[in-house]
């Protein structure tokens, strides 16, 4: 409906995307209506799509990172003047006009590729905004945004609304179908499993029909702190990290929170010794380390899993299997052979371990939704049998199911005496499963925080204020 | 347009991977039996003995590059100079065979082309220059060295032995054949049985993945280029004892046969994708082609419309395959 924003919501593999695609005139529907404006329509290409005013904006965004942000929005569509030349001057005016609508502060001759991932985005709706669109649809527009920046992007979906645009929004998070949206529908296994005004509902309603079964929110047992795992002292990395001593111990979850460009990732990969000029000391078990790379890392037991799968984690077009031993091939190797019934062997307890889902080992992973995905690549990790764990964001992009399933393993995985470093923007994710929390800010700790003081506000405050 | 299924879930995903990968080496194989087929009606005198053993002794040199060119292209990089490479590798063999013997000759000659590799692949790995650059530079730059070193002039070789190696058959097949045969199975035994062959594969599905991973990027990477370089070398002797002669003009051109072979063959341009066998089969079809092209005396200018058109047509039907 005009002026309206209505959320979609589903575990991955529910049909969101696939319902996005056929919006988008991707995918060709097998049967049913698709109205709009009161017209039922049929779009066989993204073109048809988009002359109807749906606009898509998918996660991995579709600028042309070298171009300007006004050339980005008027490509192929560029304002001519008499000479046939582009008219540059019209071209900016009117996209100050659209991101003065929008409430963006991007200079329209600013390239791209230089923007940040919230400033793209509102390149890319300001974009949709200048095709007319009558309906937009974003697909989790949330997840790769902190949480300053979501906001931002909500007051822009709010004015939007008010223009009296349509806006699909799809999410994985919860809380903020009830901060932006007027109505949503649950998908799930293709279907719509439930529909409503979210003033009529709460989060349980959402959850219950998402994964169509109840799951229990448990807390985490007391647990056994033991010998300290990794200890950092004064760890600084030039313009990243500085000054930063903490201590992981067996069997104990240290929370790493803080906003975005806190210097959290940072802090693992100076670990992992992937930055240059890093000054300070690292202990592994008590004992002084050195270490220059990811591999002298694994030697030494440390095992990351990145935030970035797409780019950082993932071999997309090798099989599941390769995939999950790539990081310890040694492990699978007898006289420098491969032993492949070894490697198999393996893989097939880890995806019964993990509770991977997948047609089979040697499937391609890309053609696996996020959240096994992931769970291969904590696989992956674990193939090396570390005693210390980095995750990164372990559950970004992840749907609600998989999530809590990767929650139980790493609180298995902590009860056998693993030492788990978390990084993670999710605030019930760092609260529920931290025993303490450090709060990094401009690369620096600003707090920690014990398990009883850690509370979503406190975590904030150090954060986002200065001391 | 057919809708497509979301091949995420689903339990009629069990194997697709299988089928499509299969497809993938099957399609290449199917077009070369279809190509053997048809050459077969074309001309009586195709398939006989005497002419298929000649199609393997004629495909053994790009082959051989080919199979280097694999391990690059595997890698997501690219060889420019693999032919350049081998002319050095060339003259270097004619320059010392008459002089000190093989036993020396040919060991100094495929370090000369080892070494190549070992420049290209610093160059990429620890220089951080894009391939394609590198290779070029050692393309012209190997080129220059083989025209030094011979003066511009083709140095003759007379040594009976050596001239048997690129000549002569063992157990009735072409010894080239053979040497081509055996780099193709220590290759693909290389690139499936050992952790450097699957991380070869890593790193060209993504490369940032793999240094995570604990993969050794640049140690790997260069030895990618080292093992194109030395094949290169391997090419060059074939090359050398066939015509018995060291010309500093050996193999201008191969790279770009070298990488049609590996392209009809199926692998990727952009990395992680494909094998040494599909290499092996690419490089028979193009081998294939040209023979049955001589035989039924077809105009040597045509033929290279023939080569071309198959190049764009087996990477077009290649890429409509893989699309599910």
């Known amino acids: ?467 | 347009m057919q809708p497509k299924p979301d091949t995420a879930l689903g339990g009629s995903g069990r194997g697709t991977a299988l089928v499509a990968r299969t497809w993938q080496r099957l399609g290449v194989l199917a077009a070369l039996v279809l190509l053997v087929i048809a050459a077969s009606f074309l001309s009586h005198r195709f398939l006989t003995v005497p002419n298929l053993l000649n199609v393997l002794r004629q495909v053994s040199i790009v082959g051989i590059l080919a199979i280097g060119m694999t391990f690059v292209i595997l890698a997501r990089g690219i060889d420019l100079s693999v032919g350049s490479i081998l002319g050095i590798a060339v003259v270097l063999f004619a320059g010392s065979m008459d002089s000190r013997g093989m036993i020396v000759s040919i060991p100094l000659g495929m370090a000369a082309a080892a070494l190549a590799g070992l420049v290209n692949g610093v160059g990429v790995a620890y220089g951080g220059l894009p391939p394609f650059i590198m290779t070029l530079g050692m393309l012209s730059f190997a080129r220059g060295l083989a025209f030094i070193y011979t003066g511009g002039t083709p140095i003759p070789i007379n040594n009976e032995n050596f001239y048997a190696l690129g000549n002569g058959y063992l157990a009735g097949i072409p010894i080239p054949a053979l040497i081509l045969i055996a780099a193709l199975i220590v290759s693909a035994f290389v690139l499936q049985l050992t952790p450097f062959g699957r991380s070869v594969y890593a790193i060209g599905s993504n490369e940032e993945a793999a240094r995570l991973s604990g993969v050794p990027v640049k140690v790997y990477t260069t030895a990618v280029y080292v093992i194109s370089g030395f094949l290169s070398g391997l090419a060059g002797l074939v090359y050398a004892s066939q015509l018995s002669i060291g010309t500093p003009i050996a193999g201008q051109g191969y790279e770009l046969d070298a990488i049609a072979a590996v392209v009809v063959g199926g692998t990727s341009l952009f990395g992680g994708k494909g094998s040494v066998a599909g290499t092996f089969l690419g490089t028979l079809i193009i081998g294939v082609l040209a023979n049955i092209l001589n035989l039924t005396g077809v105009d040597p200018f045509v033929q290279q419309l023939f080569k071309g058109a198959l190049i764009v047509v087996a990477v077009f039907i290649m890429s409509r395959s893989k699309g599910s």
């Not at chain 1, 048809?48 to 898509?56: C, D, H, Q």
């Not at chain 1, 042309?64 to 192929?76: C, R, T, V, Y």
């Not at chain 1, 540059?88 to 991101?99: C, E, K």
Request: net charge neutral; charged share 25%.
């Open chain 1, 1 to 467: 409906m005009p002026g309206e924003v209505h959320a979609i919501v589903g575990e991955n593999g529910a049909g969101k995307s696939t319902l996005i695609k056929i919006l988008g005139g991707v995918y060709q529907p097998d049967g049913g209506q698709l109205v709009v404006d009161g017209e039922a329509r049929r779009f066989r290409s993204p073109r048809e799509a988009l002359a109807a005013g749906v606009v898509v904006i998918h996660q991995e965004l579709s600028l042309a990172p070298s171009l300007s942000a006004e050339e980005n929005i008027f490509l192929g569509r560029f304002p001519r003047n008499a000479f046939g030349v582009v008219d540059r001057g019209l071209m900016r005016a009117r996209t100050r006009q659209v991101f003065e609508q929008l409430g963006v502060t991007v200079a329209p001759q600013d390239t791209v590729g230089t923007l940040s991932i919230a400033q793209q985005q509102m390149v890319e709706i300001a974009k949709a905004i200048s095709v007319d669109a009558r309906i937009l649809v974003l697909d989790e527009p949330t997840a790769v945004l902190d949480e300053n920046r979501v906001e931002i992007l909500f007051m822009t979906i709010d004015r939007l609304r008010a223009n009296g645009l349509g806006l699909l929004f799809i999410s994985h998070h919860l809380e903020e179908i009830f901060r932006i949206a007027d109505k949503v529908t649950v998908l799930r296994d293709g279907r719509v499993a439930g529909s409503a005004n979210v003033a009529e509902i709460d989060q349980d309603w959402l959850v219950a029909r998402m994964i169509g079964r109840n799951f229990a929110h448990h807390e985490p047992h007391a647990r056994k702190v033991r010998q300290p795992a990794l200890s950092i002292r004064n760890l600084s990395v030039p313009g990243e990290i500085s000054d930063i001593t903490l201590t992981v111990s067996e069997g104990e979850i240290v929370g790493l929170a803080g906003l975005v460009g806190a210097g959290r990732t940072e802090l693992a990969r100076a670990v992992l010794g992937l930055s240059r000029h890093v000054s300070g000391a690292i202990e592994v078990f008590g004992r002084p380390a050195r270490i220059r790379n990811p591999n002298a890392a694994a030697r030494l037991g440390i095992a990351y899993v990145t935030e970035d799968r797409k780019a950082q984690g993932l071999l997309p077009n090798r099989s599941v299997r390769e995939n999950a031993t790539i990081a310890n091939l040694r492990r699978f190797a007898r006289a420098g052979v491969l032993r492949l019934a070894m490697e198999a062997c393996y893989v097939r307890d880890m995806v019964r371990r993990l509770d991977v889902r997948l047609a089979s080992p040697s499937a391609e992973i890309r053609t696996l939704s996020g959240g096994n995905q992931q769970k291969v690549l904590i696989g992956r990790a674990l193939a090396i049998e570390p005693r210390v764990l980095l995750l990164d964001e372990p559950t970004r992009g992840v749907d609600i199911g998989a999530k809590q399933e990767i929650y139980s393993l790493i609180e298995s995985l902590v009860a056998e005496g693993m030492a788990v470093m978390l990084i993670s923007s999710d605030m019930e994710e760092i609260l529920r499963l931290s025993d303490r929390i450090v709060v990094l800010r401009g690369g620096r700790i600003a707090a920690t925080l014990s398990r009883a003081e850690a509370s979503e506000t406190a975590i904030m405050r150090a954060a986002a204020l200065a001391a």
